[in-house]
Structure formats: C-alpha cells, structure tokens
C-alpha cells in the first residue's frame, strides 16, 4: 500500500490560484511514484483542480461533505456533486469542523457512511484537545470518536478508509506530536479497527499523522511502523514547499 499525502488547504485558494498550483505540482509528479497526493480544495476549486490534475496521478479530495444525496440544505454539498469531479476522497469531521462548526458524533457517523455507500473513500479525522491531553484522556477521546463515527459501518465497503489522527493542539500551532505520541494513537485505532471490525477493514486501512507537518519533520512520522501518511494544512499551500514535502516522504518508502 503507497504511503498517502494529502493536502488539506482549508479555505484557501481561489479557483484560478488552484489551477496555478496544480499545473505547477504535477510538473514534478513523476518524483511522487510510490506516494499518493491528494488535493483537497475548496469546493469552489473542485471543478479547476479537476481540469487540471485530469491527466495526472495527483489525485482529488474534498474537505466536507453532507449525508443526503441532495434537499433542502442550503449551503451544503452531496456526494454525488463531488463524483462529478472525480473526487476520490473526502475528508470527514476534521478538528476545525467539531469544534469551530459544532459537528457531532452523529453527523460525522451519517457522513462515513454516506461516503462509503457513493465508493467516496473517507479520510475521518479523530484527536483530542489540549485540555483532554493534559487530563490523560487522549485514548478514551480517540476511542470515543471512532466508536461515535464507525458505530454502524457497512463492513462490505469499509475498505480503503483512512484515519487521520490529528491532535487539536498540534493543528497550525507548529507544535507537532512527538513521534511516541503519533506512533500511540495509531496503534490505538488500528486495534480499535481490528477489534471491532476484523482483519479485512485493517488490511487496507492507512493511518495518518497530521497536525505541523513540514518537510522537517515528515520523515520522522512516516518512519514510525503504523503510520502510513500524512493530512497537511499549512505546509500544503505553497507548490513548492509541497512538493518538497512529497519527495521527503518518497524517502520514507
Ligand atoms: P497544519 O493542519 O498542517 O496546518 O497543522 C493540519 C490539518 O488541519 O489537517
């Protein structure tokens, strides 16, 4: 399984600063082989990020999505306005979302299976806060999440999932997880995973670190024996610094 890089850049970008930084990366994208990229614009870009990485191998993720196929929800997006585009991922329930935007357990669990049920692979977000940190409830909060989100998964598609964990504090703080920590959660969710789930959900699922990612560091988390790649926010923006970033993790493979 190729290590998996996505680039998470919030609301960042217009469409045509999309097309710019597409048409710069895939220049570069035959020093990605062995690395999944991914892009996940704003919904706005989807359409310019989609013409413009067509005849590339970097690939496309969405940042959100609602678990209705279409209705009266004004202001949101559905699964099937995102397959138009050829998006093959999407991220679900990211820190930002939980805790700036209020979603819940519920709407996050709706979400993964929405996804799921349209063959849109889910990138679910799952870490805790400062405060629960220093209470030591970082495993029981992981746990939490993962139960709230999986709860009643459809394990007949439940292959290719990934997990991010992304520890709240260490999100655009440049404080990033140590690698113990990093190496901890991860094999947290997988026993999670393999426990409730079985070997099968587990034998294609990749775990990723995300939170201060840079081209300094990437290495030492894809180095750790169960993480598998990497949600980046900040360090994604700039082509070049992302492009950095993907030949350092090719270093890792
Ligand atoms: P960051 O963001 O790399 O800027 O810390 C990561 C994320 O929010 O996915």
Redesign the pocket.
């Known amino acids: 399984m190729d290590l998996i890089i996505a680039a998470?850049w919030?609301m960042h970008k217009t469409a045509t600063e999309t097309r710019e930084f597409c048409d710069s990366v895939i220049q570069n994208e035959k020093s990605f082989k062995g690395v999944e990229v991914l892009i996940c614009p704003p919904f706005t870009a989807l359409s310019a990020a989609s013409a413009a990485l067509k005849d590339s191998s970097v690939k496309l993720g969405a940042q959100n999505m609602h678990w209705e196929q279409q209705g009266a929800h004004t202001g949101e997006i559905a699964a099937p306005m995102l397959l138009e585009f050829g998006v093959e991922y999407v991220i679900i329930g990211?820190?930002?979302r939980r805790h700036l935007m209020g979603e819940d357990d519920d709407q996050i669990r709706r979400k993964v299976n929405a996804a799921l049920e349209n063959n849109l692979k889910p990138i679910l977000?799952v870490g805790e806060t400062e405060t629960e940190r220093e209470q030591g409830l970082t495993e029981r909060v992981i746990e939490k999440q993962l139960a709230g989100a999986l709860g009643d998964l459809d394990l007949n598609k439940a292959e290719n999932m990934v997990v991010?964990y992304?520890p709240v504090w260490?999100?655009?703080?440049g404080k990033a997880a140590s690698e113990d920590d990093a190496e901890n959660a991860a094999v947290l969710i997988r026993r999670y995973c393999l426990n409730n789930f079985g070997e099968k959900v587990v034998a294609s699922l990749r775990i990723q670190y995300?939170?201060?990612?840079k081209v300094g560091n990437i290495h030492s988390f894809l180095a750790l024996p169960s993480i598998m790649g990497a949600?980046?926010?900040?360090?994604?923006l700039e082509a070049d610094s992302f492009r950095d970033l993907v030949q350092a993790a090719r270093k890792a493979v």
């Open positions: 998470n919030k990211h820190s930002e977000c991010a992304e260490a999100i655009g703080s995300g939170g201060s990612v949600l980046v926010g900040g360090a994604s």
